[in-house]
């Protein structure tokens, strides 16, 4: 009787902590959200047609110190950006005023004239993916220099 009693105890044992085993290494599965996707900018206006020529994918990160803005600028192809940290404020030329925050995704204005300015205390951090064509600018000045070439 000792003998069952102790092989049962063990047996119990055994399958307990097999359970609490496949409990604790259960894996977390990948997962994706989509964060925007659509046919306008985020002021409303209709993006225009992909340019014809070589296409090209450029990823920029761009940081805005605490009490900066960047210089009025528009960008000659589509665009989209996640801003990753901070409180963005984004106004165009026609006064549309966009307030961001860390997460908070953007479609670009495009052929637009506009700019972002932090008004906060933390630097600002924002991924932009512009999908242009070879030789093509993505951002261009207000006063027509090319800030950055595609």
């Known amino acids: 009787m000792k003998n069952f009693l102790l092989i049962s105890l063990l047996g119990i044992l055994g399958l307990s902590a097999c359970q609490t085993n496949q409990e604790t290494s259960t894996v977390a599965q990948p997962s994706s959200e989509l964060l925007i996707e659509s046919h306008l900018s985020w002021n409303g206006d209709s993006l225009p047609a992909y340019p014809e020529g070589k296409p090209k994918i450029s990823i920029v990160k761009v940081t805005i110190p605490p009490q900066a ?21 984004v106004i165009d030329s026609k006064g549309n005023t966009l307030h961001m925050k860390a997460g908070d995704p953007i479609v670009e204005t495009v052929n637009l004239i506009h700019y972002g300015k932090n ?19 993505i951002v261009v000045k207000e006063t027509g220099e090319t800030e950055i070439h595609h």
């Open 119 to 137: 008004e906060g205390d933390e630097p600002v951090e924002i991924i932009v993916v512009y999908a242009g064509t070879d030789g093509n600018e």
């Open 69 to 89: 803005e960047l210089p009025k600028h528009y960008h000659p192809v589509i665009n989209a950006g996640v801003l990753l940290k901070g409180e963005l404020t």
